[in-house]
């Protein structure tokens, strides 16, 4: 079982910036990789982010390459993403996952509790 705790979700006006935090624990010695996904009412959880543990590849949806920045803290089992110059598209629920398998978007893993990101016009 692996555990996740996330934090740092909430309201900035569009051109802000917000920085996530997503904490493992528990039996996290086989990760392959963790990251965010996201979501909105009425639509499919969307991948936003992932880092791999052994390599720190970083992997980005088109819509935020250039604004968010994805990172790492080893020692913590944390991963962080940096959310530069939001949108009120980026509106949503952010949701940390946790992963020791290579498909990371379509495979199984442990999912946090959900972050709310809020970007008005």
């Known amino acids: 079982q692996v555990q996740l705790v996330e934090s740092g979700g909430g309201l900035v006006q569009a051109g802000g910036s917000l920085r996530l935090s997503c904490a493992a624990s528990g039996r996290t010695f086989s990760t392959y990789g963790m990251g965010w996904f996201r979501q909105t009412p009425g639509k499919e959880r969307e991948f936003v982010a992932l880092l791999t543990w052994s390599d720190e590849m970083e992997y980005y949806r088109d819509s935020v390459k250039g604004r968010f920045t994805i990172s790492n803290d080893n020692a913590k089992n944390t991963v962080y993403l940096q959310m530069n110059s939001l949108k009120p598209e980026d509106t949503a629920v952010y949701y940390c996952?946790?992963?020791?398998?290579?498909?990371?978007?379509?495979?199984?893993?442990?999912w946090g509790q959900g972050t709310q990101v809020t970007v008005s016009s």
């Open positions: 996952k946790w992963t020791a398998h290579s498909d990371y978007v379509g495979g199984p893993g442990y």
